[in-house]
């Protein structure tokens, strides 16, 4: 059966009696107080060390990502401490869950929605970026474009511009970013409705054009949320809200009759 | 029942339709681009913005938690992917969840245990330091003592000096640090053998030098891993190994008559 | 913004200081010693007490998709435990967690196929039954059918005539499970070879024939499941094999240079 | 490495492409159809098949267990369905993920508690269980004792006294459940004041009886209510509330300004 008679390969971490590495790399000598933290994890996502302008992008968009108050998963883990105190893991884990296509799946949606209509070869100039953004949206018909849109700024999501701008900064405006915008520029046109291009679809087109992989953008939301969810469970402990939500919820329950769709076929 | 009739209150994220502000900062203008993400992970969790030595020795604890190959928690994020690739979420999660008392465990509780044996005032040269310690470990009498110990590196693990000389490059370190390097230079005499200070109880020490909060520095070695079991989902994608893991054990099952500790009290 | 502003109706648990209700039962009084559990767990779902015909049918699905032995779920559950014994639903929340659309997803997947192509009104009988699948394999031109086919009982999967019986016998092969049996009947000469029904398949359609909600077809593989990792984790506990099981990975991990498909478009 | 060079042992699940079998039994001709899925879940966690009475007892238990209406628990797994309505297995995880220390964890601390004060031979009468009682209780000096209180039935938890009645009803009121109804006799005289012996310690008594391994109790109750969350996914699908749970908390923020523990020992 296994193919690998000779062993399970990693490039990730190994260790002997009298070392450890990581990536290759020797991980007290070469990694610890020389490398940051966002800058390991693209490293560990990539395989090949990031250079310091992807790492300010990246960074950028765990920025982006990491908080957005009392959000379903932050909730979620707070009320997952309440009752199992004794569970950081636990709690973590619970509000990770919430990361799924309502919430935090925008951010790979919107990338590989990107990723799906890049041609080759790619446009020129913002002129033929234009010409390939009306081709999209006419092709969607009335469908949902993933990125645009937000339920509170309506006017302007402020990270979308910020993104682009240290995208720009660092050489790393790339097709999925240019699309993007080309989106946002002729969409009103089309649509008859000026959308805004919102925060977590420009983070899945940075992500994208970093070049990390498709299939886990959505683990790099979830690194990023991670952090905002430590932040979380630390405001918790010295100013807890979750028991209290608890009692919002049980104290207002109305017992109402059963029923429900659960009839029977047979 | 609320007493916030007030609101429920928080620091961390918060929006309105033009702005979004992040722990009482402008997000877009002031940390995206701005502050990296171990700073922002330190901020969030402290709620105060750490310095530059600060962030670089919180930065130095992260790498050196990240990944140690293939762990049990990597393991279990490969399989579960495997199984439900339609949700990166549960495949960190899951691995998360292995983040318990035998794994992950030892960075909290070797920073409780240094914690609960400082004294007040604190020892005020190496020589009360290595007093201090002897005294914490007779009483211990032959408990185990967190943080001392390798299965592994049973000459010293790498990353323990290194973490030491950052600390102390930066000004930072505290007595958590002082009490386990005090340890390590007084047990050889009491317990007649040499054992090393292991890098997650070192890695411990060093966050309780920063003053984050015990309760929660579990969560920072998750922190880490998460990113590590990003790392781990990404060699999967192109260096698969989860179904070969999962045959090597399925098809060397040996079935076994049941039976097992299940009888009645009655 | 709540339409509740009456308060959070539930028909599920709800407490005074003197009784308790399930379900607008006395759950003392009527529920425990007189209702099993797998009715119970009908009951909750559906919001209706299922006859006997009805638990009995609901029973043998759980029985049957309970434990497989060493599953990915299964090592998952017993690595969790090992990683993190002082969490019990740590670990079986992560195996749950495998049980996506790989592994427990077909159940769900097939109820939703059959169910997506049963035309109103129903076919009358079993020659009508048979043109509708033939009619049904032909739409799929190619495409795997779920239910179709298992990689081991290749021919037949024993769980499939068993469950097909009871439900027989208890007047609840409804419409879900006649066009399956029907495309068992006509698959071999459409496609020119012949696949088992599956277990999980005939599952999810005896689910559907119950009137379940498709929606929550995959939560009651989930509710199987748990029984089957609590019987492993209880087995570890006395038969542990979760350690040699790790182990037989890190000690033949094989390190490889760093290298992947993270490059950037910048 | 591997003491296990024959394979790694199991009495669950097993296949061959003929036949699958189950703790040594036929899954299909002699499980599906004929046992019950309470009685299958002792079965699964004992390796010996229940009795009637047994099962009985078990079932009575879970079903006191399996849903006590808004629970964090439960609102956490509406909460996550509403963000990540594309896993159901993920929802019902982070549900389970809150049956820790303070909730679902009083089963397993009371069994444990009485198992632990269980003397050899056991008390031959209720006098004598009485009298080891007050030993029990004035050992636990003012200690809070698992099991007795509870915040809502002060006079009385319904599930208690049902739950001991069916336990006598089969023959199977053991050891726990004796010393329990002995502390519930005698602990007004000794604390001053009269407690209810509440559901959750009943039930930890009782399964401790059915001579279920204590380090998986907590598991039952996990089981017990995985078939409730069930019940509020099945809930929320027709009669959503997790939206304005959600709402009634993020609109109710009170942005305060950042500050906590955070300060450095360095």
Chains 1, 2, 3, 4 share one sequence.
Not at 14 to 35: C, F, Q, R, W, Y
Not at 135 to 157: F, S, T, Y
Not at 216 to 227: H, I, K, N, P
Request: negative net charge.
């Amino acid at each position: 059966m296994p193919d690998h008679a000779d062993g399970y390969p990693t490039a990730l971490g190994a260790s002997t009696p009298e070392t450890i590495t990581l990536l290759g790399a020797d991980l007290a000598g070469d990694i610890m107080g020389k490398v940051g933290f966002g800058e390991l994890a693209f490293w560990l996502a990539a395989q090949r060390r990031p250079t310091t302008g992807e790492t300010r992008v990246f960074e950028a968009v765990l920025a982006a990502l990491a908080d957005h108050g009392f959000t379903p998963t932050a909730i979620v883990t707070r009320l997952t401490y309440l009752s199992a105190p004794d569970s950081v893991q636990g709690a973590l884990a619970a509000g990770l869950l919430g990361g799924g296509s309502r919430f935090l799946g925008v951010t790979e949606d919107s990338a590989r929605f990107l990723h799906r209509h890049l041609p080759d070869p790619l446009p020129a100039d913002d002129t033929a970026w234009d010409t390939l953004a009306r081709d999209v949206l006419r092709a969607q018909g009335g469908a949902r474009i993933p990125g645009l849109g937000h339920h509170l700024h309506k006017d302007g999501d402020p990270r979308t511009p910020r993104l682009m701008r240290i995208a720009a900064e660092e050489g790393l405006f790339g097709p999925h970013l240019s699309l993007f915008a080309a989106i946002g520029r002729v969409h009103p046109r089309l649509l008859g409705k000026t959308l805004p291009l919102n925060g977590a679809g420009a983070c899945g087109a940075a992500l994208a054009d970093l070049g990390l992989p498709l299939e886990l953008l959505r683990g790099f939301a979830l690194l990023a949320r991670t952090a905002g969810l430590i932040g979380q469970l630390a405001e918790e402990l010295h100013r807890p809200v979750a028991n209290e939500i608890f009692l919002s919820v049980d104290l207002n329950h109305r017992p109402v009759p059963p029923g429900g769709p659960g009839g029977s076929y047979g």
